[in-house]
Each structure stands twice: as C-alpha cells, then as structure tokens.
C-alpha cells in the first residue's frame, strides 16, 4: 500500500521520456520567483538585454596658453581668457569644450604641455615681434623669441591631435603660415592689434564654434565683430591652413 505521495513502483520502472501526447513548455517574458520550469523540450527564453547606449564623445581639449613677459607692455590676458570662456559657456555644445589655461608659458613648457593634453585647438595669447617670431618667457621673466621654423616643426611633430591654432599676437601671421602646412587652420595677426580687438575676436571666433559653426563661418564672425567695433582693417586676423574651413567643424547636432 503506497501513500499518495509516494511513488509507486511503476512509476519508478518508467523510462524517462514523454508520454503521449505531452507538448513542449515555453517559459518567456520577465521570470521572477522561484519557479523553476522542468521537464523535457522545455524551452526559457529570458528577456533580451537592453540595447547599451553609446558613451558620450570626450570633450575636445582647447590649451589657452598665455605670455607676457616682464620686460614687454603688459597684456590683460586674463580678461582675453575670461572672455573665451564666457562665450563657450553660453552656446549650446559648451560641454564638449575643455578649456585649459597656463600662464607665463616658457619655450621648455611648450612640449610638455602639449603632450599632456592632447588638444585640439591650441590658442596663444600675447607678444608678437616685428621678425615674425612669438614672445615668450624664460626664466628671468623677461621674453624668449620662438621663429616660425621652429614653431612649425613642433606642430608638424603633433599635428594628429592639434586641428587648429589661434595665434593672438601681433605680427603673427609668418608663424601662422608655417604652421598652416601642417595643421588644418590657422589663424595669425598681419599687423600690431590691440588688447580689446585680439580679446573682440576670439570671444567671438570660440562663441561661433561652441554653436556648432564651421572654421570659416567662425572666422567671418569673429571678423564681423571687429568691424561692428570700428577696429581697422589692419587689426583683422588672417585665416591660413591645409584643409578647407569651410568643411572644418569640431562639434554639430547629432542629425548634421
């Protein structure tokens, strides 16, 4: 006599295959608990992960470096970088900007700031002499000279990260062309520009990037400011590079 729980003999002499007329169980959807589905041809389906969403692009470098050296007529660079700030933190895409400044930038600073960050638009504010070379300072505070060759070769050596320089000095634009031949865009000063006109400018030029404006359209605004602030022809920047501003775009609206 066997109890209702118990197996019977039968039972346990049975093959373990389906009888007749059994289906297959299907299990799908959100399985929670402690059911756990058995039996042969069963199939669980669990439900299918969610689709990963792609990691937000790293925001681009923009390495402000700054030199006024002590023995030249002081600059209100800090005003110039305030003002570049400014305008990126107002446009739309402000978050894909990182703008980092270093001051009384020395020729042996250049290498290693440049390596450290990677970026992709290098801005230089300050002195720039009538030969065509950029002011910058050595370890007296006073000005070290750095020509156009020169410059060059460092961008050329670097030139897959950086895609754009902005050299806001005056009698800037011998380096801006060397420079140009390995770099994508370059902008350089022709003539001596005032402090107010080189700040105007680049409030300007880095406004119209952060809204998602090409190089050439920036450039044509930043322009347009100095001209809506009565600055001379003279004090207009020149736009120099290897590639086509008008194709040159660092950030857009993800349908452009």
């Not at 250049?110 to 390596?115: I, K, N, P, T, V």
Request: hydrophobic share 45%.
């Amino acid at each position: 006599m066997t109890s209702d729980c118990e197996p019977s003999a039968n039972d346990l002499q049975a093959p373990r295959t389906a009888r007749a007329g059994s289906r297959n169980v299907t299990a799908g959807g959100n399985i929670r608990g402690g059911i756990i589905v058995t039996g042969d041809g069963n199939t669980i389906s669990l439900p299918a992960a969610p689709a990963e969403q792609p990691a937000p692009a790293a925001p681009l470098t923009l390495l402000f470096l700054a030199a006024s050296p002590g023995d030249t007529d002081p600059l209100r660079l800090d005003e110039e970088a305030r003002a570049v700030d400014a305008a990126i933190r107002q446009a739309p895409f402000r978050d894909r900007f990182d703008l980092r400044s270093h001051w009384a930038v020395r020729v042996d600073d250049l290498q290693e700031l440049l390596l450290r960050y990677r970026p992709a638009i290098v801005h230089f504010s300050g002195h720039g002499s009538s030969a065509g070379a950029i002011m910058l300072t050595d370890a007296q505070r006073g000005y070290a000279p750095v020509a156009a060759p020169a410059l060059a070769a460092l961008f050329g050596a670097l030139q897959a990260d950086v895609r754009r320089v902005v050299l806001n000095a005056c009698y800037s634009a011998q380096q801006a062309a060397a420079i140009a031949e390995h770099v994508d865009c370059v902008v350089g000063m022709p003539d001596a520009m005032t402090d107010g006109a080189a700040r105007r400018f680049a409030a300007a030029f880095y406004r119209a990037l952060a809204y998602g404006q090409r190089v050439a359209a920036a450039f044509e605004l930043g322009l347009a400011e100095l001209a809506l602030q009565g600055e001379p022809e003279s004090h207009r920047p020149q736009l120099y590079g290897k590639a086509d501003p008008a194709l040159v775009r660092f950030v857009a609206a993800p349908d452009c």
